[in-house]
């Protein structure tokens, strides 16, 4: 069974960081493209960053450019998200699914900047 | 590209069919041939999930109530039937082009 759990949400200030982490199981994790999506509250979905399987390409939406940067470890069968100099809005719930088609999701992690 | 999708909601009587409709800025024709274009359900208080993928291709375990259709530019998303468990918001979503986007999201309720 595939399962995507996503950690590391929570609450920081303007202008902080935070590291979301998804730890994946029940596929073979370097075969897929990964990606992070995040929703914020009561809104629709947004695309945030893809990585490609070996990790050597990754996309970006133009609002978290030089911000945020995604990784990912296969050894460890993990995902990451480092997300530097947050503002407010990006407030919200950051999933984490698999490849670019977005398959399956995880539950998600709250992530709250506020000061 | 940016996708558009109507109604944004739609009240709808159990058991009777519904038909939500996204348009696409431009064509959602890959190089490779395929059209990348998915739909994606999110119940209440869950996380979305994948109902169908390269505009008809319905995810394992999905009802086949459930169906999609279109081309180019203009896809439906259609339930034949509507069932109580069927309510949450439905969103289209294109992975054709980086960055890949979403639909508004439209809001399906019983009446």
């Known amino acids: 069974e595939v399962q995507l759990v996503e950690s590391g949400g929570g609450l920081v200030q303007p202008g902080g960081s935070l590291r979301l982490s998804c730890a994946a199981s029940g596929f073979t994790f370097s075969n897929y493209w990964m990606t992070w999506v995040r929703q914020a509250p009561g809104k629709e979905l947004e695309w945030m960053a893809s990585t490609k399987e070996d990790g050597s390409e990754k996309k970006y939406v133009d609002s978290v450019k030089g911000r945020f940067t995604i990784s990912r470890d296969n050894a460890e069968n993990s995902l990451y998200l480092q997300m530097n100099s947050l503002r407010v809005e990006d407030t919200a719930v950051y999933y984490c699914?698999?490849?670019?088609?977005?398959?399956?999701w995880g539950q998600g992690a709250l992530v709250t900047v506020s000061s | 590209i940016v996708m558009t999708q109507t109604p944004l909601s739609s009240p709808v009587t159990l058991g009777q069919p519904a038909s939500i409709s996204c348009g696409s800025s431009?064509?959602?024709?890959?190089?490779?041939?395929?059209?990348?274009l998915s739909w994606l359900q999110q119940r209440p208080g869950q996380p979305p999930r994948l109902l169908i993928y390269k505009i008809s291709n319905r995810v394992s375990g999905v009802p086949d109530r459930f169906s999609g259709s279109g081309a180019g530019t203009d896809f439906t998303l259609r339930i034949s039937r509507v069932e109580a468990e069927d309510v949450g918001v439905y969103y289209c979503?294109?992975?054709?082009?980086?960055?890949?986007?979403f639909g508004q999201g439209t809001r399906l309720e019983i009446k």
């Open positions: 431009q064509s959602l024709v890959h190089s490779d041939g395929n059209t990348y």
């Open positions: 699914t698999r490849g670019i088609t977005s398959d399956y």
């Open positions: 979503m294109q992975r054709t082009q980086f960055p890949v986007t």
